[in-house]
């Protein structure tokens, strides 16, 4: 019995440790007994302009302001997917070896600099596998699919030599004239 | 006290000793489903968003408290889901790259054996050209008996590819231009809808060729208040929901689809709260004469996909909204599960599958997986 | 302005009521402004037996205490992987669809029911994509990858037709002698 | 009070006024990376549990507040990476299926261009026998000048492909029974980790061919304390850790394995409350004479893969520890990164990467992904 006693013991004092230390019950939580991926958002940080472990940017254009790793960056406000300025893009370039769509949707978004309407294409760039950081879903002017040059729900890798979905972009196309 | 630990520790020696060893198991041990599914089995398309190519059809059993996941089949890049209700078999509409994100396509139904879930066929579609959206169940339909499976391509040029799914043999693809997704209509056909607010309604025969083309004055406003373009059908009446909570119901019995008098699930007060469905799948109905709708107030232009803290249940006699109630957690995509019992399953904002009562109680709440994405419920057909 | 101006409102309505809602609020984080994708596990619930949103189980023999769909089980001693009972299978069988692995490690588990050591098979079930429910990594007895029969880290999805792993199994197959 | 408004109104109007046009975009616009990366950039392997097809490898700048993510290329299926330090390329080991998670396999080792990201090649490994692990550096490695790319292969009969990967050539296969690993040895060969506690030893020609094989004596013992399987490399001399916290360096710089003397981590005291190493990628080095190990007290059989809250610091010559401190949050996984400012990047237990300064300060803490799981930590080499 000596050796199984011993066992229970130092079992009992594992499941002791684990309800007692902090930082090795997350790696519990997450490895040992596989909890959830990540911790929460703070939804006021995100509403408040940006994601926790995302380094906020700026276009460094004149008159674009705000934060384009920020679900709330002006230009996204049709945007539906993981945000390329956060996945090695910027707001309107693809990140390294995937490739742009030439085919996409349109949104029409206020940028609070000029108070101008900009007419924004949201081309999705493809060929790698889903980027999983800043994942943003904006629907200002959305219409559902059978109005696709409208709609954020299709996979707009079209035209592209693979259409796997890696991040979306949002290019500024021209101003709004009406 | 020594005494006493010596009697203890001999109590559970006796007590030990009289339990038989476990047995040796068997291995290989795989389990195995019913060849009928009962009809509170749901199948929940996971659609994977952090990894598009390992989506997943989730098999739940919605009354169940214990052993309430089944199983699941591969989903890949956007794919659709149906069930046969005629044959022990469930179809998947997937696309594969030889080199996973990169390489040849492929496009293709997989045919999977319902008590088995094992791959028992698949029908390639060699155009390379099936339309990729988030979860959508209008993409991918069964007609006639389901003996015909319709696949909707979007490349962006739009077609339907009609299957014999019995004979697992492609046999035609349809041109639609301008007009989206595919409604079950008439006896062996389907109905899309177009960009101007009109729908386009082919039959076709059973060697797949198109017999008649019908169409609609447009009927509603794509402009001004779209209707959602996943309906709920009753019978073979699809019902349409639009942003600004207005029911279009369009008979879809005959070859000619035939939009019915619209109503308002907001009286006047309500509209300028702005209440309106927000969701994904945001109606379902209990196959007689009852709409569930997600709703939410004080909506706002792009806030129809967010979710909604609210259900509204509408009689489509009384053309009238005869309850509300708020799910524990705002209500993203919903389906009606018929039973002795129904029941309501419920995708949350935060993707945890709810079931309700009837009467709005929480039953019980399940997770489908840690990075799951239940964007689509089906219930059994 | 008097477009902008009432878009303007109709914004800065929607952040009020962001910020103001809990349930929208979560829909908000997750889809919206894309949040992680469950909320984090109560480590305690973990620990105590079993995952929230998971129905619990038991093996129904004579002698053998525990809920297979928790990582505490005692039969998962030295288990890594997602729980095949709350895939579709149960302790000991692979979910529907998949294929039993037929070469694997194996640990010794202590039964606190009668106090014996078993010898556990941990099979893997192979040909579906990851479960993704009841992540476990518990690792008693666990040996590097130079010692393969007792070794986790390995995909022992071989022999199999697909070595795509899917879920992992515990089967009793013998009572350590020692 | 009206006037006021007016005047703001204005002011506001005069204000955008001044304001240019944004200038219309260029489409199609797709970033590059420069084709040498500079030192404090880091190769995260993402294991992606929850849909291991779909793994990847990130690369960051540890360094960067900004722009800190470069890119990611894909990593299916328990995939393996390396860096080359001679070429701008990066390898990844990885297999396939035709239709996903099912279908022909295809193992394969893609070649991209750092610069672009772009793939330039691959080579096939036809007998379809790489060995999938949860990630591990040392089941590819790079030997000579990195013109040849090695890959274990379990099956679980092992052995090693030999790539001579400048030509893009699958070379030969060396059976190794029994043995586990590549830990790069000699000018042109390797050496592997056997389950009896010895090593053995292999050197090659140009062509691939074995030119000799040596072994060594059991040199510990993987009963009672075994030695982890990731050690970290100065110089020439492997530094392996063991289970209790003993270091085995082995100098691998010749074609004969010399196990050189044992030295422990901790005290008696210390063994006495259970300090061990914990985690995934345990041990890393500067390069020079020091070691940084991931330690948690308390062990117990089964805890040496949780993780730990403590980082212990030790000489090579004084063999000694000379600091310890706690990162914020728990280390999983460690790398140092050489610099002017050298820097330690730690995958904690919630798979967040943590950068602290040598000093332990934490520097900045980033996201790589809401499922990512960066086990593996690949600097520059």
């Known amino acids: ?178 | 006290m020594i005494n006493k630990l010596a009697i203890v520790v001999a109590g559970l020696v006796l007590a030990q000793a009289a339990l038989p060893e476990i047995p040796i198991e068997r291995i290989p041990n795989v389990a195995k489903l019913p060849a009928e599914y009962p009809e509170t089995w749901l199948f929940a398309a996971d659609a994977n968003f952090h990894a598009l190519i390992a989506g997943k059809i989730i098999i739940v059993d919605i009354a169940a408290d214990i052993h309430e996941y089944k199983g699941a089949i591969g989903a890949a890049q956007f794919a659709t889901f149906m069930e046969s209700s005629t044959r022990n078999e469930l179809y998947v509409g997937e696309t594969f790259y030889s080199r996973g994100t990169v390489g040849e396509r492929t496009d293709v139904v997989t045919i999977y054996d319902k008590a088995t879930l094992e791959k028992t066929g698949e029908v390639v579609l060699p155009k390379k050209n099936r339309g990729l959206f988030v979860t959508n169940k209008y993409a991918m339909q069964l007609v006639d008996k389901d003996r015909f499976l319709l696949v909707y391509n979007f490349t962006p040029a739009s077609s339907v590819s009609i299957i014999d799914i019995a004979a697992k043999q492609l046999l035609n693809e349809i041109a639609l231009p301008g007009c989206s997704m595919i409604y079950p209509t008439g006896e062996r056909g389907f109905s899309s809808l177009c960009g101007d607010g009109s729908m386009v309604s082919i039959q076709f025969d059973k060697q797949g060729r198109q017999t008649s083309k019908n169409l609609t004055e447009p009927f509603f406003s794509v402009d001004d208040d779209p209707i959602f373009d996943k309906p709920t059908y009753i019978g073979k009446t699809a019902y349409f929901v639009s942003y600004k909570a207005r029911i279009y119901p369009v008979d879809l019995s005959t070859a000619q689809p035939k939009p019915l008098p619209m109503w308002s699930l907001v009286s006047a007060a309500e509209e300028a709260q702005n209440w309106r469905p927000s969701g994904w799948q945001i109606i379902t109905d209990d196959n007689k004469d009852t709409l569930y709708v997600i709703m939410h107030p004080d909506a706002f232009d792009g806030s129809h996909k967010s979710g909604g803290e609210h259900i509204w249940v509408a009689n489509t006699d009384s053309r009238k909204v005869v309850r509300r109630f708020q799910p524990e957690d705002a209500a993203f995509s919903l389906e009606f599960v018929s039973g002795k019992s129904p029941m309501l399953a419920v995708t949350n904002v935060n993707m945890w599958l709810d079931v309700y009562a009837e009467d709005g109680a929480l039953l019980r709440t399940m997770s489908l997986g840690d990075s799951a994405m239940p964007l689509a419920l089906h219930s059994k057909r």
């Open chain 1, 1 to 178: 019995m000596s050796k199984f006693d011993g066992l229970m013991e130092r079992s009992a004092r594992a499941v002791a440790q684990r309800t007692s230390r902090r930082s090795v019950l997350a790696g519990i939580s997450r490895l040992l007994f596989g909890a959830a991926l990540l911790p929460v958002l703070p939804v006021a940080r995100a509403a408040e302009g940006g994601y926790p472990g995302v380094g906020k940017q700026e276009s460094g254009i004149d008159g674009d302001p705000g934060d384009p790793t920020s679900c709330d960056y002006w230009r996204y406000c049709a945007i539906d997917g993981f945000l390329c300025s956060c996945c090695g893009g910027t707001a309107n370039a693809c990140p390294p070896g995937t490739e742009m769509s030439p085919i996409t949707w349109i949104g029409s978004c206020l940028n609070p600099a000029d108070q101008k309407h900009y007419i924004v294409s949201y081309n999705d760039c493809c060929g790698k596998t889903s980027c999983g950081r800043c994942l943003c879903n904006r629907n200002e002017g959305d219409k559902p699919v059978y109005r696709p040059q409208s709609n954020n729900d299709i996979n707009w890798c079209l035209g592209t030599e693979s259409t796997i979905y890696t991040c979306s972009t949002a290019s500024i196309i021209g101003v709004a004239t009406d």
